[in-house]
């Protein structure tokens, strides 16, 4: 424990005394940091989103203006017969017409401006969460496309795959870069400990010289890494959550909108940490490449 004390007092000393390379070393882990939370908090909040849409999905049948009253009762019972639908409701073609103009309200004119309703009349379908797993709801939807009368068939999983196969791909390059900046910020913060490794040389042979323990020579160093990676989290968090909070007071009602009531939410306390200790380990990366220097 008493290493561990004179470690983090020390590294304190040395962050303050190093001025401006300390800054740039704080600043180089919260970009880093910044780069790789505003991937997290893009992708965690898609993830829920999707995971969110999934438990609720449907689908839209679009029937023909021409379709007769028999054809659309034949697609409402094969609807009923499969047991997979938690329900359907029937939106005629003058509903389509009304949600548009209030989900659209700026967009509205260009729809009165029409001679003629251009939107068809439909059939919504909630899908069973099981059936969503076992395949069953796709063959629901194969046998609804071929019934008379039937113009489309609009299934909310298959974007749903599409967006999820974006959201990896998206990921794992924002990870790649995230990594790279992050070796970048290790090798600053090393850079800006050997600075002061230099400056205490005198002091580091002395110390030797009286056989003080290796753990009291090199802990500081890694200790004032370890610091530098905590400040960049902690400011890079800062920023993220100004940023997230500007952007909502900005855009939240569209978005909420958009994306049908459902809510974006700032990274969990969990994720929070993870990107403090990710942080505070570049950081003691960092400090001990150039502690080992002090022996």
């Known amino acids: 424990m008493r290493a561990i004390d004179y470690a983090l007092r020390e590294g304190w000393r040395n962050l303050m005394r190093g001025g401006g390379s300390s800054a740039a070393a704080v600043i180089a882990i919260a970009l880093a940091v910044i780069v790789l939370g505003s991937l997290l908090l893009a992708t965690w909040n898609v993830q829920r989103l999707l995971t969110q849409w999934t438990t609720a999905s449907e689908f839209s049948v679009y029937l023909d203006d021409q379709a007769t009253s028999e054809e659309r009762g034949a697609v409402e019972t094969a609807i009923d017969r499969s047991g997979i639908a938690e329900g359907h409701e029937y939106v005629s073609k003058s509903d389509a017409l009304g949600r548009f103009r209030r989900d659209f309200a700026e967009l509205a004119s260009l729809a009165s401006s029409l001679d003629d309703n251009p939107f068809p009349a439909s059939v919504e379908v909630r899908i069973r969460p099981e059936a969503e797993r076992d395949g069953r709801a796709q063959g629901l939807v194969e046998q609804v496309a071929a019934l008379p009368g039937v113009a489309d068939v609009r299934y909310d999983r298959e974007w749903l795959t599409r967006v999820a196969g974006g959201l990896n791909a998206i990921r794992s390059t924002g990870f790649a870069l995230g990594l790279l900046m992050a070796l970048a910020a290790a090798v600053t913060v090393a850079s800006v400990v050997r600075l002061g490794l230099q400056a ?91 502690a080992r220097h002090a022996v």
Not at 253 to 275: D, H, K, N, Y
Not at 278 to 287: K, L, S, W
Request: proline fraction near 4%.
């Open 200 to 290: 205490r040389r005198d002091e580091i042979e002395i110390m030797q010289l009286v056989g003080s323990p290796l753990a009291f020579i090199r802990g500081p160093f890694v200790a004032e890494g370890i610091l530098q990676g905590g400040l960049g989290s902690l400011a890079a968090l800062f920023v993220l959550w100004v940023g997230f909070a500007a952007a909502g007071a900005w855009w939240g009602p569209e978005l909420g909108t958009m994306l049908e009531g459902a809510s974006i939410r700032f990274l969990p306390v969990g994720l929070c940490a993870a990107l403090v200790a990710g942080g505070m380990v570049v950081g003691a990366a960092g400090g001990l490449v150039a």
